[in-house]
Nanobody, 123 residues
Framework: QVQLVESGGGLVQAGGSLRLSCAAS????????MGWFRQAPGKEREFVSTISWNGATTVYADSVKGRFAISRDNAKNTVYLQMNRLKPEDTAVYYC????????????????WGQGTQVTVSS
């Protein structure tokens, strides 16, 4: 079992930045690819980014490419999502997730999920 706890969400003005963190415990963190997803009110959950177990491979949704950066520190059992040039449409609850094997862009491929952290971007 892997426990995931997100932090770093909050209220920010458009154009600003936030860094989300997701701390993992319970299993060897480096065994897992990690992903970030988000869900806005009234919308389906959507993929944001994923990173391989060693950080060598990253994938981004087109909507965040060039603005967001995913990274991980296996020594700290933590994955990060640096979000720059935020837009009101980035407002959502952001979730981190873990899966064995390579990174994936589909939520149902992930085995473990955090509780989410709210990000609100004002215009």
């Amino acid at each position: 079992q892997v426990q995931l706890v997100e932090s770093g969400g909050g209220l920010v003005q458009a154009g600003g930045s936030l860094r989300l963190s997701c701390a993992a415990s319970g299993h060897t963190f480096s065994n897992y690819a990690m992903g970030w997803f988000r869900q806005a009110p009234g919308k389906e959950r959507e993929f944001v980014s994923t990173i391989s177990w060693n950080g060598a491979t990253t994938v981004y949704a087109d909507s965040v490419k060039g603005r967001f950066a995913i990274s991980r520190d296996n020594a700290k059992n933590t994955v990060y999502l640096q979000m720059n040039r935020l837009k009101p449409e980035d407002t959502a609850v952001y979730y981190c997730a873990a899966r064995s094997g390579p990174g994936a862009e589909v939520g149902r491929d992930y085995h473990y999920w955090g509780q989410g952290t709210q990000v609100t971007v004002s215009s």
